[in-house]
């Protein structure tokens, strides 16, 4: 029985030495330049790396990887595993050396970790090189590029003593509400949560067979959760080929995702909601003619509100290239339970929850009792085997019954051990115990009920917006105002309340306007209004309108309503009809 992915990876180098394991597109596009790699060499590139690190000594240690996208980051971090050090993916420097966001994280980073060594491409050590100035905590860090480590290394890699409970990395939070957490990820985590995503996606050796081993095409930036975990690492648990290019190749021309899905035909491959937003976008008649995408099985949907009315012109719009509403697969998930806990049933169409009761997903079309649905919540499917998901009163710490909204609670063998030297955050965060129930669960911040068993998320426990005594979620708000006129952009609304002095909280709305709408704002602040309003009996205190990328979000693209306040009392924002700033 293997006990790591580094076992695994042995086994499939020894079994299918020649199968590709990774297909990375250069350019993002499927005739340009492609690299790959076997799953025999991609064992001796990451025995080669392993055995690098292990001549210095460096087991336990933490190494931070500092890779473009691509192959080469795969064998850095398969490296690390083999190693029995423990792996820190980041986030390269790339544009402006001096992006302030950006060099503040690194440094958060570096020290939070207490990084030895930074393993990356040949670029961003030369780029690291020219960053002294801003980060002098380099000079006590030995840098070194992979591409320079020999082949030839592989023949000492020793095999690690790697057990269940050995760290196998950091996988740091995104920091949509809080600073940066390393969360320790074991390789117990890894094995059971790819157990978990096998299953729940239904990547059976039947299928495997089926697909010819084509399992998955993703954009998915590897150094978070979502893209390393799924894609990548599912791929490697399973022995698979998978299909990776850049997250900005993807942002500059979202149809190479769909050229991608349509060319190698696999099970799987998805992304956040707002990635379905821009293929809607760009979906000419040209476009759906060239496409095929009748085998795309599992279009999986998460990190952050999954919109029903997304889901409804996805399937509308791509049904023509052969796109099925049964391959939408909604999710949940989170970095502290390493990532996947609920998901869809393959094969059967997303469930909606309207205020009425549970519905699944309207027929196709555009017929009014579908769009009626578009603001209905949207079911994140049911937990996979093995993983308990309760719903609780985050001040009782008692399980509601179902039904009722509460913070969504965690237990199984895929959640992670806690967070790299923050002994109370740790214990705030992974070790509550709830009435009738045996273990520790993980209290996720979420908010969310259950309802026939599968889970709906409703939003972030601090991010809630608390008016009179009435609860409101902020993606609700979100969506009224953004389906309130065509110029708003999907998934760049942010809600929060201010201090009114006398009158209490109110609402704020920040939402970022197509720059065709220049001449609107008035008309699209009064809708938005009449909107929030009647959906929610709410009188908003203020609607900014802002330029388009200048809402505060995560480096994984989730909205930063804390940070978007911030701005706005600061008066900072970059409102539309003022010189835009970044």
């Known amino acids: 029985m293997a006990r790591s992915l580094v076992d695994l990876l042995t086994l499939h180098a020894s079994r299918q030495p020649d199968r590709t394991a990774y ?18 060499r991609l064992a001796e590139r990451s025995r080669a790396i392993a055995a690098w690190l292990q001549e210095r000594g460096l087991a336990g240690s933490r190494v931070m990887l500092l890779y473009p996208p691509g192959i080469e980051f795969i064998c ?36 939070d970790a207490d990084a030895k060594v930074i393993l990356g491409g040949r670029e961003v050590m030369a780029a690291l090189a020219t960053m002294a100035e801003h980060l002098p905590e380099l000079a006590e860090i030995t840098c070194v590029a992979t591409e320079d ?14 057990t269940a409970d050995s760290v196998a990395f950091l996988q740091y939070t995104s920091g949509s509400t809080s600073a940066p957490r390393g969360v320790m990820v074991t390789h117990g985590n890894l094995l059971d949560n790819e157990r978990v995503i096998t299953e729940r996606m239904g990547h059976t050796p039947d299928v495997i067979e089926e697909y010819g081993h084509e399992l998955f095409v993703s954009w998915l930036p590897v150094y978070h959760d979502m893209g390393l975990i799924g894609p990548v690492l599912n791929a490697a648990y399973l022995g698979v080929t998978a299909t990776l290019f850049s997250p900005l190749h993807f942002l500059q021309r979202p149809e190479r995702w769909l050229h991608a899905i349509s060319r190698y035909r696999p099970h799987t491959s998805g992304g956040p909601n707002f990635a379905y937003e821009l293929c809607l976008k760009q979906a000419t008649p040209e ?27 996805f399937t509308e719009t791509f049904g023509a290239a052969g796109f099925r509403r049964e391959a939408l697969y909604p999710c949940y998930g989170l970095a502290e339970a390493t990532l996947i806990v609920t998901g869809g049933s393959v094969q059967a169409p997303p469930t909606l929850a309207t205020a009425t009761g549970t519905t699944e997903a309207g027929p196709q079309g ?11 919540a949207v079911g994140s499917g049911r937990p996979g085997p093995g993983i308990t998901v309760v719903i609780a009163d ?29 002994a109370l955050a740790t214990r705030q965060t992974f070790r509550a115990t709830l009435e009738g129930h045996e273990g520790r669960f993980l209290r996720t911040g979420d908010l969310g009920f259950l309802r026939g068993g599968e889970l709906f998320v409703t939003g972030r426990l601090k991010d809630l917006i608390v008016i009179e005594g009435r609860n409101h979620y902020p993606q609700d708000l979100e969506l009224s105002a953004e389906m309130s006129h065509w110029a708003l952009r999907p998934g760049c609304t942010a809600a929060f309340s201010v201090d009114s002095g006398g009158e209490g909280e109110q609402p704020v709305v920040v939402a970022e306007t197509a720059p065709e709408a220049a001449g609107e704002s008035e008309k699209i602040i009064d809708l938005i209004r009449g909107a929030i ?18 809402i505060p979000k995560t480096s994984s693209g989730k909205i930063q309503r804390g940070a978007s306040r911030a701005a706005y009392l600061d008066g900072t924002l970059s409102v539309v009809g003022e010189p835009a700033t970044r």
């Open 23 to 40: 297909r990375y597109l250069v350019t993002g596009d499927c005739d340009g330049e492609i690299q790959d790699i076997s799953y025999g």
């Open 76 to 111: 850095g971090y398969l490296g690390c595993l083999s190693a029995g050090v423990i792996a820190v993916p980041g986030l390269p420097p790339h544009g402006r050396s001096q992006n302030h966001r950006a060099l503040l994280r690194m440094k958060r980073l570096i020290a």
């Open 149 to 162: 480590i020999p082949d030839e290394a592989a023949g000492s890699w020793r095999e690690p003593d790697l």
């Open 287 to 313: 476009l759906l003619d060239g496409l095929d995408l009748s085998r795309w099985r599992v279009a999986f949907n998460g990190a952050e509100p999954v919109r029903a009315a997304t889901l409804r012109r």
């Open 366 to 376: 555009s017929a009014p009792e579908a769009r009626s649905l578009d603001a209905a």
């Open 394 to 422: 985050p001040e009782r710490q008692k399980e509601l019954p179902e039904g009722e909204v509460g913070e969504i609670w965690v237990s199984g063998a895929s959640v992670a051990k806690g967070y790299w030297r923050n």
């Open 533 to 550: 309003s009647e959906a929610h009996g709410l009188p908003v205190r203020d609607v900014v309108l802002v330029h388009p990328g200048t």
